[in-house]
């Protein structure tokens, strides 16, 4: 009896310790609007952290996938040097709602359709307390302020807190269009904060890892950028073309018309780009970075990524039949194949590095244009590599005096047309 007693304590003791942690809130206590959004989250990691992260505001499209942006004006509405919250500046805020998928970096394209932008008061900067707020102007329609709060729960653990209360003549009319929207932006930055600071001991490996794989992403866009010269530069010193087969430049063309179209909708298409998300959820942002786009630039969407890969593989073939014909690859520049060699391999690094930050090798399946670039090119350059320094590395005489050949032709006919 006495031990049933005891347990019956214990439980009522757990009921109201767990009843008083749900209901604690660190957010001051403020009259209720005609709705208004929140979100409360669980965080393993320190006040510290969490209360810089909420304060670098540079920093937000790193992680924020609801505040894309908000940037520190002085009243005079000039843009401050010191881009951290002072009371009485201004905030000029862009935002996704409904928020962007998770997760989202400061590459991650905004949906220009759910785009939207706020000026607001910055009201109150207490980091005793862990509190943050802002409130929106012009408030003439619209009357809302928005409270931040950061609470250290013991064992490494802190309580995440948000909540905006709306009122006055447009309230009603925002809760009906965009309430729900705004539920979700606030219930995601809740998530993204999560993501950002439980990634500990791992953040500084993280952003090393992505500043690899932008390097990586540029360097590549260089190398098969700067294989497109070599070959025409060696044309016209040499005045002839003898040893380049036709098809490769020609192929070249479709397939980049191709490319830039399947990167451009992946990067900026809301369409494409949310039925991406859907048949790849545990990785919804793509692999796609602005560098494929330009690349391609420089040089219908999931059928023209693959009407490039087929116009690379065939592109490839007539050159490597031209030189094998010939036993020679006399007139044919060897270098954009070793830019090409050293672009594919760069190319799929930098897909590799995206696929793991993201924890999902799906995003390389996920971009199997760039995965098939990278591939197929390495394979026909070494075949290329092998053509040029090992089976062919000396020419038969018969290859000069094809040139010859060449040179007295065209002189013949251009003989005969001044005639």
Not at 248 to 263: A, D, R, W
Request: with cysteine.
């Amino acid at each position: 009896m006495l031990l049933f007693s005891s347990m019956r304590v214990i439980l009522i003791l757990a009921f109201l310790v767990i009843t008083a942690l749900s209901e604690y809130t660190n957010l001051p206590d403020v009259p209720p609007g005609i709705f208004n959004a929140s979100t409360r989250i669980e965080i393993h990691s320190t006040t510290t952290a969490a209360w810089n992260a909420l304060t670098n505001f540079p920093d937000y499209a790193d992680w924020n996938p609801f505040v894309r942006a908000a940037i520190v004006v002085s009243p005079q509405n000039l843009t401050l040097p010191e881009q951290y919250p002072v009371e009485s500046n201004h905030l000029f805020m862009r935002t996704q709602i409904p928020p962007l998928p998770l997760p989202v970096n400061s590459s991650t394209p905004d949906n220009p359709l759910n785009t939207e932008f706020a000026y607001e008061l910055i009201t109150h900067v207490q980091p005793d307390l862990g509190r943050l707020a802002w409130k929106y102007t012009p408030e003439a329609l619209l009357q809302s302020q928005r409270w931040q709060a950061i609470s250290d729960l013991g064992n490494g653990t802190l309580l995440y807190e948000s909540r905006e209360v709306f009122n006055g003549p447009l309230a009603s009319v925002l809760k009906a269009t965009l309430g729900e929207s705004l539920q979700k932006g606030f219930d995601a930055q809740g998530q993204g904060l999560k993501l950002l600071l439980e990634g500990g001991a791992n953040s500084e490996l993280v952003a090393f890892a992505k500043a690899i794989s932008r390097v990586l992403g540029w360097a590549y866009f260089l190398c098969w950028s700067g294989s497109f010269y070599p070959q025409p530069i060696s044309n016209y010193f040499r005045k002839s073309t003898t040893g380049l087969a036709i098809d490769f430049p020609t192929l070249n063309v479709l397939g980049f018309i191709c490319y830039t179209v399947n990167t451009a909708a992946f990067l900026y298409s809301p369409t494409i780009r949310e039925q991406y998300a859907d048949r790849h959820p545990d990785s919804p942002e793509t692999t796609v970075r602005f560098n494929d786009f330009l690349f391609a630039a420089h040089g219908a969407v999931y059928t023209l990524g693959y009407v490039k890969l087929l116009t690379v593989l065939v592109k490839y073939i007539p050159q490597a039949w031209v030189n094998y014909k010939r036993k020679s690859t006399i007139g044919w520049s060897i270098y954009p194949m070793l830019l090409d060699f050293a672009g594919g391999w760069l190319s799929l690094a930098q897909l590799v590095i995206d696929s793991s930050l993201q924890n999902d090798w799906s995003g390389v399946t996920g971009n199997p244009v760039k995965f098939g670039l990278g591939n197929i090119t390495i394979v026909f350059d070494i075949v290329f590599i092998l053509q040029h320094y090992v089976l062919y590395r000396h020419p038969k005489k018969q290859i000069e005096d094809e040139e010859e050949d060449w040179e007295s032709e065209r002189e013949e006919l251009i003989s005969e047309r001044h005639d």
